[in-house]
């Protein structure tokens, strides 16, 4: 689950990261009030919407006095805001952050992710602050510094005054440094966080070490844990088919692609999408209707996929270990009987009964084209469609 800046500026408050004072607006007079209540001569508007580079789509601004708050808030509030991540379609900014102005010296990166190949949280640090890592990564790869955390011990002090050192900071810096550091990381691991991303990480001319931009991310699995996060869920700023899709219980994530995707298990549906890529065309969605695939799941994955307008053909492939092909199959003719269903479907099961499947398939008088291999049944797909 992802978060707003501003609220994942809230969560590390709470351990003692250093973060700008600023509040959430709703309504440009909200922004102004709050301006006027967090006093100074700048202000920074920043509009709040779960993507990158708002700054280049003209999502921060400086103001200099209340009345420049009150009339960019007015602008930016209800606007569509394009960037490199939100897509052309862009996103619409329903909430502002009002922050004090900072005095800059330097700009940082900051991040903690978990790196799966050696199952250990990794610090990853740069003085290419502002930009994207993977840009940094890309073009200057010996500008990162990569720290990991054993998960019996966690983040050390040294490790720490490592990162500080590897930034090159000094004095006062490098103690403020350390400081921020282990507090971000207890925040990190109390939250059953996936991502913290402070980019940039600054340092003020005075020596304070804060984040003045703040990206969190948390695990959905461990959100029973969390109820005072899963409370900060934005639904506007997700798909509704995919909020549609976890009413129901399903894995749903929206593609661009033309050809619908209804699979048993995540590595089967990643499979599936890469055979589709390879066969010629684009895969419109990933969906995992997991172990069951009765009936009712079918049904509402059917919705779900059909509702997709760039759909043009749905791909089935469900392998038959925990639930027979046969009963797959009468879940599928039953689904689609009361669905409408207005693309061709090519149907693979795999597994316990899978000729007794095929057969109930093609007497059903559905109009299904039945496949026996991932591979065939892709080709069959894609000749659909061209």
Not at 358 to 366: E, G, I, N, T
Request: with cysteine.
């Amino acid at each position: 689950m992802n978060i707003h800046e501003y609220q994942a500026k809230e969560i590390l408050r709470t351990y003692q990261v250093d973060v700008p004072r600023g509040k959430v607006a709703f309504t440009p007079e909200e922004a102004e009030w709050n301006a006027r209540e967090l006093g100074g001569q700048v202000f920074v508007v920043k509009a709040q919407i779960h993507a990158g580079g708002r700054g280049k789509g003209g999502g921060v601004k400086i103001a200099r006095t209340l009345p420049e708050v009150k009339s960019f808030a007015s602008q930016m509030l209800g606007m569509k805001l394009v960037t490199h991540q939100t897509g052309p379609q862009g996103k619409m900014v329903q909430r502002l952050l009002i922050e004090e102005g900072i005095d800059i010296l330097k700009e940082l990166y900051l991040g903690i992710v978990l790196d799966r190949s050696v199952s250990k949280l990794v610090f990853m640090a740069s003085t290419e602050g502002g930009m994207e890592i993977e840009k940094v990564a890309a073009e200057k790869p010996q500008a990162i510094i990569k720290e990991y955390v054993d998960p019996q011990v966690g983040m050390q002090t040294f490790q720490a005054r490592k990162i500080a050192f590897g930034l090159g900071l000094s004095g006062d810096q490098i103690k403020n440094a350390v400081n921020f550091i282990l507090s971000l990381y207890q925040a990190f691991v109390e939250t059953d966080a996936s991502l913290a991303e402070i980019n940039p990480l600054v340092i003020t001319r005075d020596g304070r070490v804060l984040a003045l931009d703040a990206k969190m991310n948390f695990d959905d699995s461990a959100l029973f844990r969390h109820p005072d996060i899963l409370e900060m869920r934005d639904l506007h700023e997700e798909d509704p088919l995919e909020i549609e899709a976890s009413k129901f219980k399903l894995n749903y994530i929206k593609l661009d692609g033309d050809v619908g995707c209804m699979v048993n298990g995540a590595g089967l549906a990643m499979a599936t999408m890469d055979i589709i890529k390879l066969a010629g065309s684009m895969p419109a969605n990933f969906l995992d209707v997991g172990g069951g695939a009765n009936v009712e799941t079918v049904k509402n994955g059917f919705k779900i996929i059909l509702s997709d307008a760039n759909v043009k053909a749905v791909l089935i492939n469900i392998f038959g270990g925990i639930v027979r092909c046969d009963r797959v199959a009468q879940g599928i003719i039953e689904a689609a009987q009361s669905v409408k269903i207005h693309v061709p479907m090519v149907i693979r099961l795999a597994g316990t009964n899978a000729k007794e499947a095929a057969d109930l398939l093609r007497q059903s008088k559905m109009h299904f084209e039945v496949a026996e291999t991932l591979q065939e049944a892709a080709k069959k797909v894609v000749q659909i469609l061209h």
